[in-house]
């Protein structure tokens, strides 16, 4: 399904795109439309990606909360532990080490 993984990685990266462009709303919808996208796929690690890239480019707050959960969860039954870190990251500002949208 190449098709399908492009489009979920163009709607991730115009959702981050949007956000840090300064229009939060239309981009948390763009997240979310990514997220669904992601999870549409089957694709657990990449739909946590993206979830990480949502806490980065619109900041730790009610909107992004669900996300960094689950995707804390995923990374957390991975065993993917760097990845928390990052998501970790995200959520204090620091932003060390992660993918940004």
């Known amino acids: 399904e190449p098709g399908r993984v492009v489009a979920a990685f163009r709607a991730e990266l115009l959702a981050g795109a949007t956000a840090l462009a ?55 039954r991975l065993q993917a532990i760097r990845f928390v870190e990052r998501l970790d990251d995200a959520l204090s500002g620091t932003g060390a080490g992660v993918r940004t949208a």
């Open 22 to 76: 300064g229009d939060r709303e239309e981009g948390r919808q763009r997240f979310v439309d990514a997220v669904r996208r992601w999870r549409e796929l089957g694709a657990d690690f990449e739909r946590a990606l993206c979830q990480v890239s949502m806490v980065a480019a619109l900041g730790a707050g009610p909107e992004t909360a669900a996300a960094a959960t689950e995707a804390r969860e995923t990374f957390q």
